[in-house]
């Protein structure tokens, strides 16, 4: 819990706002002294409707710096496998890595790989064991991380149950720059970074060239809550389509639940039973959307400590389960 002296403060910042309702102030300062109870979190945006509630950074580079934004990469990969069926670039969800990017499977291939569809891969349900974990240092220090993927031993069924791989990730990051004959940067850049207006850096790339399909990419927590807006937002940005809203709606649909968190996931993003969207890195990176409470936020934290379940992303769900939640109520 905060202690006095945090409360008084932020509540004494949260009454020089004029341009926020009183309400809002007052859930704005127990967000603001709750967050810098929390000696991870680095900074926290929050916005309901247009109206900025939150934009705190009490410790970390800001809120204008970039921050790698770890696992969060899997939603963005995501958001562009949408942008890349909307443009008709591989016929959709159903379409098999045999027929998007054939040349990405390695002789020795896992049997079965071939018929894995891009809906398998993006709900990390390939059926291959894991790469991340403890196999994530053996994976990232192979002469071909795709081809290391695509030849791990078969544990489940292609669509079975999810197995949380970066390496599932990382394998359709490559379909989509070899269908599209774009790098997955040029494609950020192009399909989000530029209708959003947002600055996406370059980021680790693998010994083939690839960008890292699920991991390390980099944004600004204002860059991350302009993405938390579109998701809100049904795919739009004031007013114009970024991408489309059925995409954004089939993101928000549970596929499969992870076997860790107990959380829904849909199409590459997290889904809670208090109705956040949302998407997840290492450490406490966080994008948040919640429609029905018109609501978005962004969190950053830092990268080189762990955030479980049952710590401290336990208790940065119950920031945004509390009193963000609640914001969306004033």
Not at 68 to 73: F, G, L, P, R
Not at 74 to 88: C, N, T
Not at 112 to 141: H, I
Not at 186 to 193: D, E, K, N, S, Y
């Amino acid at each position: 819990m905060p202690n006095r002296r945090l409360f008084l403060a932020s509540t004494a910042a949260a009454l020089c706002a004029p341009a926020l309702p009183r309400a809002a102030r007052a859930g704005g300062a127990d967000v603001v002294s709750d967050a810098r109870a929390l000696p991870q979190l680095h900074a926290i945006l929050v916005r309901r409707g247009a109206e900025p509630l939150v934009a705190e950074a009490p410790r970390g580079p800001g809120l204008h710096r970039t921050a790698n934004i770890k696992s969060c990469s899997k939603s963005l990969v995501a958001l562009l496998l949408g942008a890349a069926i909307a443009r008709g670039e591989l016929s959709g969800l159903d379409a098999t890595l045999a027929e998007v990017a054939p040349a990405l499977i390695p002789p020795d291939a896992t049997e079965g790989v071939a018929e894995t569809t891009m809906g398998d891969l993006v709900t990390l349900r390939a059926g291959l064991e894991s790469t991340s974990g403890p196999n994530y240092g053996t994976w990232v220090a192979s002469r071909n991380w795709v081809a290391h993927a695509l030849t791990r031993p078969r544990v489940a069924p292609n669509g079975g149950r999810m197995i949380y791989s970066t390496g599932s990730t990382h394998v359709l990051g490559a379909a989509l720059a070899t269908v599209s004959g774009q790098s997955l940067l040029a494609l950020a850049r192009a399909r989000l970074g530029a209708p959003l207006g947002i600055d996406i850096p370059s980021w680790t790339r693998d010994p083939q060239g690839f960008y890292f399909g699920g991991n390390d990419m980099g944004l600004t927590p204002e860059a991350m809550l302009r993405v938390a807006l579109m998701m809100r937002d049904g795919g739009a940005r004031d007013g114009t389509q970024v991408l489309p809203r059925d995409w954004i709606s089939a993101s928000r649909s549970p596929r499969t639940r992870s076997p860790w968190s107990g959380m829904a996931y849909g199409l590459g993003w997290f889904l809670t039973d208090s109705g956040w969207t949302l998407a997840r890195g290492y450490g406490g990176q966080i994008i948040a959307a919640h429609p029905e409470a018109g609501l978005a936020a962004a969190i950053t934290s830092d990268p080189t400590l762990p955030a479980r379940s049952g710590g401290y992303f336990g208790d940065l769900m119950a920031l945004l389960d509390g009193p963000v939640l609640a914001l969306g109520r004033a």
